[in-house]
């Protein structure tokens, strides 16, 4: 089964948290604190993998989750870091995030990408002691691992790509130019999924050929089954594309020109640009008018006319030539870049909301969380630090300018406590 989307949910792990503890030895009074930090969370990392060749796996398992850091402990000792966890997808996935569709990755070298970032791990306490603050009963709790919905969108990595209508020969050209075997039959849609076939022009020269499987009108919104593999067409470097220059099944393949490249447009500004071979098929059941109508008409759209019969090999050799001749100088398989990450999303690791809710002031901030386990409320130091985060994220200020009063209940994550000025 060709599965080429699937959208999964991946969870880099947590840091560990830093530890709060004092040196103990005999014959040493006063020791001072010795926590260490925590350690870091498992990223997770996307590599390619030329043993698979679609998405199935991901129908199955839908979840994949890094391990958290170990928390730091005694004796200044740090936290054990969490292993990565390594997905592996096919070459040529493009990885998207699922809320906003931007492209996180393009999965197509061999060198492996971090698509989401483990946290770091908590200071422990030995961090904060200072001349007036030399018994620090608190430490910082590790950052949390980012956390997001993918979705995964295999492109196939091939250098030409077949278009056209079903039933024109595209399958039986790939099986006769290369070592592919698709299935091949008298009726449409024949072809159920990309087929991928490698093209030896000599010794040192190859390119790879995908057969798309057939488009027909409207394509681009949703018909037939050619709106589900377009996206596989988006890498070629050239199309080749496919006409029954016969008319056997009472088509006029001029229009039918007209109607497959009005369906790339649709798709994709960029891939109505790419480069184009006209191949005009099942010549041996054509007439000579035909084909001379044919071509004049293509040659006056300024693109290369090369008759062949794939039933019958005849003409396939200049063809294949003249595709590789084009690829020589076109720019390699195009590679999808990240898209940039808006600043208001960059900024967006702090922000809160304040409700008031029966007389409560509810803030929901789920990255004050972690703070909130590590706050000490018997300790003065302890909740002078968490005084400063409220201070330094702005949630005070927030807090005053919706008029707050000194003895008003603030909660945050569950836990309340009185507002003092």
Not at 244 to 252: I, L, N, P
């Amino acid at each position: 089964m060709f599965v080429d989307q699937a959208r999964i949910r991946i969870e880099a792990g947590d840091g560990g948290d830093g530890a709060v503890s004092f040196h103990r030895e005999k014959y040493v009074a006063a020791g001072g604190p010795d926590g260490g930090d925590g350690g870091k969370g498992g990223d997770v990392i996307f590599v390619a993998d030329d043993n698979f060749s679609s998405l199935i796996d991901f129908r199955f398992k839908r979840k994949y989750q890094a391990q958290r850091g170990e928390n730091g402990s005694s004796k200044r000792c740090t936290g054990k870091s969490a292993p990565d966890l390594v997905i592996k997808v096919p070459r040529g996935t493009v990885i998207r995030e699922a809320q906003s569709g931007r492209i996180l990755a393009d999965i197509s070298g061999d060198e492996p990408v971090v698509v989401a970032k483990g946290g770091r791990g908590g200071k422990g306490n030995q961090h904060f002691a200072s001349s007036t603050r030399q018994v620090p009963r608190f430490a910082k709790p590790g950052f949390v691992g980012e956390k997001m919905d993918v979705l995964l969108e295999l492109k196939l990595l091939a250098d030409v790509g077949l278009v056209g209508f079903p039933n024109v020969g595209k399958s039986t050209l790939i099986s006769v130019v290369s070592a592919a075997k698709p299935k091949i039959a008298n009726y449409h849609f024949t072809t159920l999924t990309p087929v991928l076939g490698v093209v030896r022009v000599d010794e040192e020269k190859s390119f790879v050929m995908a057969d798309i499987p057939g488009l027909i009108e409207g394509a681009a919104e949703g018909a037939g089954l050619g709106h589900a593999f377009l996206r596989h067409v988006e890498r070629c470097r050239l199309i080749v594309h496919v006409l029954d220059c016969a008319g056997s099944e009472d088509r006029d393949p001029i229009e039918d020109f007209c109607k497959i490249n009005t369906e790339l447009q649709n798709f994709s500004e960029q891939l109505s640009e790419c480069p184009q071979i006209v191949a005009a098929n099942k010549s041996d059941l054509a007439t000579e008018e035909q084909i001379t109508r044919l071509r004049e008409y293509i040659e006056g759209q300024g693109l290369p006319f090369y008759v062949i019969s794939a039933a019958t090999v005849q003409g396939t050799k200049p063809l294949i030539a003249e595709i590789a001749k084009q690829l020589e100088q076109l720019p390699p398989v195009k590679r999808f870049e990240p898209d940039e990450v808006p600043v208001a999303e960059q900024n967006e690791g702090q922000r809160f909301t304040v409700e008031v809710v029966d007389g409560v002031y509810c803030v929901d901030a789920p990255w004050m969380e972690p703070i909130m386990r590590t706050v000490n409320p018997d300790d003065w130091s302890s909740l002078q630090y968490f005084e400063r985060v409220l201070r330094s994220s702005g949630i005070i200020d927030k807090l005053e300018s919706m008029g707050i009063q000194e003895g008003d209940t603030v909660s945050i994550g569950g836990v309340e406590f009185d507002y003092v000025d």
